[in-house]
């Protein structure tokens, strides 16, 4: 009878530089997406692709114009075309990022077989010069029936992480997954 003597996987720590914010809040993120699927979301990236197919326009635009095989007084209307074309997916690149995307780091699909229609959409901010991480989780529908109140918190960053930058993960997990629950809770309505 063979043994199946497995070594358990030691997981590195995650470690950023406390000085610079864009970091943390970077780290921050990452670990708050990994928590959030950990807990059956599924992400829904449909909006992320829809952004990347913008961009592979723009750019075909771009190349397009500039390896044009007329030169420039022959190609003059059609170069006109490609810049307008090219500020036009661009205006509506950044009209989607401005109203739907804001400051979502997550947005995910309902978890197989709740009867929640919606997912979630997770946000967060942590202001420059600050240590005040906001975690916000919202319904990805709010006019859905099924959509629920938002929650969020706001803790100093100073409470996951040690003194040589290294995150405390299990601190971290606790309070995303309390956040995440309390979402997901039932409330009761009112008579």
């Known amino acids: 009878m063979a043994s199946t003597n497995q070594t358990p996987v030691k997981k590195t720590p995650k470690k950023t530089n406390l000085l610079d914010h864009h970091s943390i809040k970077n780290l921050l993120d990452e670990s708050v997406t990994e928590i959030v699927t950990s807990k059956c979301y599924p992400e829904d990236v449909r909006l992320s692709n829809v952004r990347l197919l913008i961009g592979t326009i723009i750019i075909a635009i771009a190349l397009v114009a500039q390896f044009y095989k007329k030169d420039f007084p022959a190609n003059c209307d059609f170069l006109i075309g490609c810049i307008v074309l090219y500020i036009l997916f661009n205006v509506i690149l950044q009209l989607i990022i401005h109203t739907k995307e804001k400051n979502a780091i997550l947005f995910t699909y309902p978890p197989e077989g709740s009867f929640n229609s919606t997912g979630l959409i997770v946000s967060s901010k942590l202001p420059r010069f600050s240590d005040l991480y906001t975690l916000t989780v919202e319904s990805a529908d709010p006019k859905s029936i099924s ?45």
Do not use: M
């Open 147 to 191: 959509a629920r109140p938002k929650v969020e918190f706001t803790k100093s960053v100073t409470k996951w992480f040690a003194k040589d930058g290294v995150l405390v993960e299990g601190l971290f997990w606790k309070d995303v997954k309390a956040l995440v629950n309390d979402y997901a809770k039932e409330h009761k309505k009112s008579k």
